[in-house]
């Protein structure tokens, strides 16, 4: 079956401006994770969806990121007032339950110039 | 917070050498730990994933073990192969459901 997609693959935006990217999970995957990657780093936590609801933000940067999945399944992360230090790669799992493997999709790799 | 350390950070070995690529953790509470491979510009590949209750799992020419009393897992590959070239991640699961990662092992097999 399908795997994790993440769009866009790659995005390039100014320095102050909205972003917004996509996760498609595995089909009936409950729990849906956020991660960041930086150049020559291990991804590292953002945030954590137990179906609709963000069951564990503790992740996120500060206030200009957010993230939903308002029906379950596709989440969206948002990033507003975007700044340099936001380029990297997002990624995006899924897992059937929590606590079980985690998908990983391919990534979008975003670059604030 | 849990730290997870992969050690080494590269390694090059010629093509049909067996090699051990070592990840410890600093908080032993962990749900399971989980080895993936990253190809360059690509996203994470799952090999091998360890509840906190077993010894060790094995996949094809992959073996990983786990003690989780010492915080120490190794990732075990038999008969490298060049298509085996990438970087491998150790991630431990907490019962916080987020994975901690390593910074990995980039590995290089030479034919």
């Known amino acids: 079956g399908a795997g994790v997609s993440q769009t866009p693959s790659n995005k390039v935006t100014e320095k102050g401006k909205y972003v917004e990217l996509r996760c498609d999970p595995i089909s009936g995957h409950t729990a849906l994770y956020w991660y960041r990657q930086s150049l020559g780093q291990g991804p590292e936590f953002l945030i954590y969806?137990?179906?609709?609801?963000?069951?564990?933000d503790s992740g996120l940067p500060n206030d200009r990121f957010f993230a939903v999945r308002p029906e379950g399944s596709v989440s969206t992360l948002k990033i507003q007032r975007t700044e340099r230090g936001d380029s990297a790669v997002y990624l995006c799992?899924?897992?059937?339950?929590?606590?079980?493997?985690?998908?990983f999709g391919p990534g979008t790799r975003l670059t604030v110039t | 917070k849990q730290e997870v350390t992969q050690i080494p950070a590269a390694l090059s070995v010629p093509e049909g050498e067996n090699l051990v690529l070592n990840c410890s953790f600093t908080d032993s509470a962990i749900y399971n730990l989980q080895w993936f491979r990253q190809d360059p510009g690509k996203g994470l590949t799952s090999l091998l994933l360890i509840q906190s209750s077993q010894r060790e799992q094995t996949s094809g020419r992959l073996n990983a073990s786990l003690d989780k009393s010492s915080g120490r897992s190794t990732l075990y590959i038999a008969a490298s192969q060049p298509g085996d070239s990438a970087t491998y991640l150790c991630a431990v699961q907490t019962g916080a459901n987020n994975l901690f990662f390593g910074t990995g092992t980039r590995l290089t097999v030479i034919p």
């Open positions: 799992a899924s897992s059937q339950q929590p606590g079980n493997e985690q998908y």
């Open positions: 969806f137990q179906g609709t609801g963000a069951a564990d």
